[in-house]
């Protein structure tokens, strides 16, 4: 098997190469004078599986060259593409709503035809995935990598904290991994012209709690979240987000509604600039190269 990465997971790439022994392929991806990309490949996979570690959240550049460096290991004989998306970006944009696009079909088709036979990606948002993509989607949890931490925190019998009905079972599972022995919590939550408001907290909380979710995108869910913690007598927060986007300032507000560390992964490359002493990132190299070794890619045989 052979890995082929976009530039911004070469680090990921290169944990990926040391843990499972695949090959890196290498490619070459740049710009025409008049601004169209191409692809040059460095290792041909001439009936080898190729795995692309790309991206397809924005800016959309990435899910061009992911597209076309699958395209291109089909073009030169790859058996089978894997594309390798640790962040499913459109994964939010699975409704069925008159007159608006559904991207996450949209995504799942253009994979297709670009070559790609499957996807691995890290806690897709929603399981509609499974049912609006074309292919098969493999979505690896963060849930033991949340509760090492949890573990190391030592906190006081804390209760994990579901910020909606959706991330109740990727609460659930945090929960189960880490040994918790208190029920979850979750929220009620609305959407309104002024943002995300929650109403109802089920179940009880304690001074300690761990909030679960998939995606801190502008954090208003998050703020939103903390703010009816702290209401509830909760006083330390601990924000566990798979995907780190940290679109905009907003989010920033969680340090002073209670939040004392957030966790995050490296599923999506966060600049440097935004880093905090009270940010950890943790690699989801183990998860991905367990599920590459799973899918038949452990050796340089594959």
């Not at 795995?51 to 030169?76: W, Y």
């Not at 070559?115 to 979505?139: E, K, N, Q, T």
């Not at 959706?166 to 659930?172: I, K, M």
């Amino acid at each position: 098997m052979l890995l082929y990465a976009l530039p911004v997971h070469r680090r990921l790439a290169d944990a990926l190469v040391e843990r499972t022994g695949v090959e890196p392929g290498g490619a070459a991806i740049g710009r025409f004078a008049n601004g169209e990309l191409h692809v040059e490949l460095e290792a041909v996979p001439g009936g080898r599986d190729g795995v692309v570690l790309g991206a397809v959240a924005p800016p959309d550049e990435q899910l061009l060259s992911t597209l076309l460096l699958a395209h291109t290991l089909k073009k030169e004989g790859a058996r089978r593409v894997t594309a390798c998306l640790p962040y499913l970006g459109y994964a939010r944009h699975d409704r069925a709503e008159p007159r608006k696009s559904r991207a996450t079909a949209w995504l799942g088709e253009v994979l297709r035809a670009s070559g790609v036979d499957a996807v691995l990606a890290i806690d897709v948002h929603s399981s509609l995935v499974h049912r609006l993509f074309p292919i098969p989607v493999v979505s690896a949890s963060p849930a033991a990598l949340f509760a090492a931490e949890i573990a190391a925190l030592g906190l006081d019998n804390p209760v994990v904290v579901a910020p909606d009905e959706g991330a109740r079972e990727r609460g659930e599972a945090v929960r189960g991994a880490a040994g918790i022995g208190r029920p979850l919590a979750h929220l009620t939550k609305t959407r309104t012209a002024a943002g995300v408001r929650h109403s109802v907290l089920h179940g009880a909380v304690g001074p300690d709690a761990v909030v679960v979710d998939d995606i801190l995108d502008t954090g208003g869910t998050l703020v939103s979240a903390c703010q009816a913690l702290q209401a509830a007598g909760v006083r330390q927060i601990v924000v566990m987000a798979t995907h780190g986007l940290f679109t905009g300032t907003a989010w920033e507000r969680l340090w002073s509604l209670g939040a004392t560390r957030i966790y995050t992964t490296d599923s999506t490359p966060r600049p440097t600039s935004r880093l905090d002493p009270r940010l950890a990132v943790l690699s989801v190299a183990s998860l991905l190269a367990s599920a590459l070794a799973a899918a038949g890619g452990g050796g340089p045989e594959g």
